[in-house]
């Protein structure tokens, strides 16, 4: 048990109109130069916090985190709720904090950390217990700090630059999503009118312009399952099942008031291996054509591409399932939630 590997690989194919999704510094859609040519881009960053935003639909909000620099406050309020005067509370918290090893607890104003830190719910609780107690063992606070962890924090992982003992090592890898095709950016120029100008007034109270694209995404995250298992224990079943259903359904919020962009997939190609995770974006380093639209090749290129890497470098993996397209490869053909039903007994018959 302890040698065995087991990985969940998605692969997401999906189509998003105009929009501005994913912004770089300048207000510019994110891109990414692949196989010689401009790619439209969605960083797993942004990806990432899209998914930790829908967890909070899925789980309990004592199974997640939170990530923050205002870890004290959290502790400060348990204790204010158990009659703790707010001072006190604020002292009591930071000296927690700092017996269990994070050293820099950053601004005597507001008692923040030097940087984010993520904290779980239940530690949190557990924290404020030993406060309460009034425990004087370091080691205590120390292992409250590294026990029951959050489903995000064992996905996404922890580090702490303080205390290397109190990091933990991420079970999930996001890659940055590429658009499958060669991507050029356009410009929209827009106006609004003040509503309340004179009607002899033919003048726009504001002038802009916004860049866009659209694009097909190909999107692909992997899950350690006997890693997340060594961390989180018997909740991991649930926990990949709740992170394939924020994967898939989750979208990035840039400009999307604006854009009324979000899609859902036209594929999702899932495996569950025992060998290694494979990422398939090599099946687009030759960009897609597309002349009469990008998805049914990409669709096309992307089991091309795993049926060579199947017949030349691994075999094909224990399970596999396609939702949005016809039985290929021999996956197994399931709609969203007959998916989500049978993950989660696969994990849970392989862990046990």
């Known amino acids: 048990m302890s040698n065995k590997r087991l990985y969940v690989d998605f692969h997401v ?19 990414a130069f692949y196989g010689g040519v401009n790619r439209s881009r969605v960083s797993s ?38 009659g703790f005067d707010e001072e006190k509370a604020m002292k009591k918290a930071t000296e927690a904090l700092t017996n269990a090893g994070l050293k820099k607890i950053g601004d005597k104003k507001d008692n923040t950390t030097g940087a984010l830190f993520f904290i779980s719910a239940l530690q949190v609780e557990k ?6 107690n009034d425990e004087k063992d370091k080691k205590k606070y120390k292992e409250a700090l590294n026990s029951l962890p959050s489903v995000d924090m064992s996905l996404f992982g922890r580090m702490v630059a303080d205390d290397v003992n109190l990091n933990v090592d991420a079970s999930c890898q996001v890659a940055h999503s590429i658009s499958t095709h060669a ?23 504001h002038l802009g312009t916004m860049e866009f694209n659209s694009s097909t995404l190909y999107r692909y995250a992997t899950v350690n399952v ?32 604006s854009y009324a962009n979000r899609t859902l997939p036209d594929l999702i190609y899932v495996t569950v ?9 090599g099946a687009f380093e030759e960009p ?9 090749e990409s669709k096309t290129k992307l089991f091309d591409y795993a049926k060579e890497i199947y017949d030349n470098y691994c075999s094909q993996p224990k399970y596999s399932f396609v939702i949005g397209n016809d039985e290929i490869l021999g996956a197994e053909k399931k709609n ?17």
């Open 13 to 31: 194919i999906q189509t998003v109109p105009p929009s501005c999704v994913n912004r770089d510094d300048t207000g510019r859609p994110k891109t």
């Open 45 to 82: 960053q942004s990806w990432k916090h899209a998914v930790r935003v829908m967890f909070k639909e899925i789980f309990d909000d004592e199974k997640l985190g939170f990530r923050t620099k205002y870890v004290a406050k959290l502790i400060a309020d348990k204790l204010v709720a158990a």
């Open 127 to 132: 924290l404020a217990e030993l406060v309460l």
């Open 183 to 205: 991507v050029e950016s356009e410009y929209d120029y827009f106006t609004a009118l003040d509503d309340c100008s004179k009607l002899d007034n033919a003048g726009a109270g």
């Open 226 to 257: 006997m890693d997340l298992f060594k961390t989180i224990g018997t909740d991991v079943a649930d926990a990949v099942e709740g992170f394939a259903r924020a994967f898939i359904f989750s979208m990035p919020t840039g400009k999307q008031n």
């Open 273 to 281: 291996r025992e060998d290694q995770p494979v990422n398939f974006s």
């Open 288 to 296: 897609v054509k597309g002349k009469e639209g990008f998805v049914s």
């Open 336 to 352: 969203i939630n007959e998916f989500l039903t049978q993950l989660h007994e696969i994990i849970t018959n392989e862990v046990n």
